[in-house]
């Protein structure tokens, strides 16, 4: 069986409270050899911290989503900080911005935002970024926070990490939407690509596009499960399983083979999983 890995799910959410163990075996029988679990909020993050010391193959992001982005004080950031130290947290995330629900200001989404991307450079560890209908203020911060070299900066009070030579090392946009249009800027700050559920959709032309355009060592594939179920399942609730559709429709998209996207797709997440610039 080929190795497959969800780059993005949410396991720890309710959708999951009565079968979660059951969907778990269910992905390790599907050849899920690694799921990146992110939280969305400091509940969220300590639970995908348990879920990643219960299963060997689960591995957590910790972070506060921009919808609750006014939760985000010094004293969650600390909590944060405490919480990455775990030797699986192997991310900062998810985080950025949304400014199609806009729950949360969007001056302190940008200051949340801000705030985990510096705890991220501090610890060393790669960004899960968020970005709905808020791409042109991401990149802006993005561009900032990585515009020091391999070896890391601060200036201007603001840090960027090392990137230790490791290919799309400062991390993932994860469900990436911002278009062809900036996917070379985006590649150019260091950042992976995640393709999700989206790219099976008949009328998903654009994230189709981006799945065959990006370059093969930057791609990702998720499920962002429960949620952006693939077809088809559509409709329904979504699990790390099912990440086989998103492979099977990059592998369509680029005019190769499902086991060619999954072995670097793979291959690409166990590097961003083991980085530690
Ligand atoms: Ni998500």
């Not at 972070?63 to 939760?71: F, I, L, M, S, Y």
């Not at 900032?144 to 990490?161: I, K």
Request: charged fraction near 25%; hydrophobic fraction near 45%; aromatic fraction near 6%.
């Amino acid at each position: 069986m080929i190795d497959l890995i969800d780059s993005h799910a949410h396991l720890d959410f309710p959708q999951f409270n009565d079968d979660r163990e059951i969907v778990i075996k269910r992905a390790r029988e599907a050849g899920l050899v690694a799921i990146l679990n992110v939280g969305t909020d400091l509940a969220s993050s300590r639970a995908a911290v348990a879920l990643a010391e219960q299963y060997d193959f689960i591995y957590a992001a910790v972070g506060v989503h921009p919808h609750d982005a006014k939760t985000v004080t010094p004293d969650v950031l600390a909590e944060l900080r405490a919480l990455a130290r775990h030797p699986k947290v192997v991310a900062v995330g998810e985080i950025g911005l949304d400014y199609y629900r806009d729950l949360s200001p969007r001056p302190v989404q940008r200051r949340a935002f801000a705030d985990q991307l510096a705890l991220a450079a501090e610890l060393r560890l790669p960004v899960v970024i968020h970005s709905r209908e808020a791409h042109d203020d991401v990149l802006a911060v993005l561009r900032e926070w990585g515009r020091f070299p391999p070896g890391g900066g601060t200036e201007g009070g603001v840090t960027s990490p090392p990137v230790g030579g490791i290919e799309g090392g400062r991390g993932i946009l994860h469900s990436y939407s911002a278009g062809l249009e900036r996917l070379e800027e985006v590649l150019k700050l260091g950042f992976s690509i995640g393709i999700s559920g989206p790219v099976t959709f008949p009328k998903a032309t654009g994230v189709r596009a981006v799945a065959a355009a990006v370059s093969l060592e930057r791609l990702l594939v998720e499920t962002d499960c429960p949620y952006l179920t693939p077809v088809p399942y559509r409709g329904r609730r979504n699990e790390p399983a099912y990440v086989r559709y998103v492979i099977e429709a990059v592998a369509r998209a680029r005019g190769t083979s499902a086991e060619v996207v999954a072995h670097a797709t793979a291959d690409n997440a166990w590097r961003l999983l083991r980085c530690r610039f």
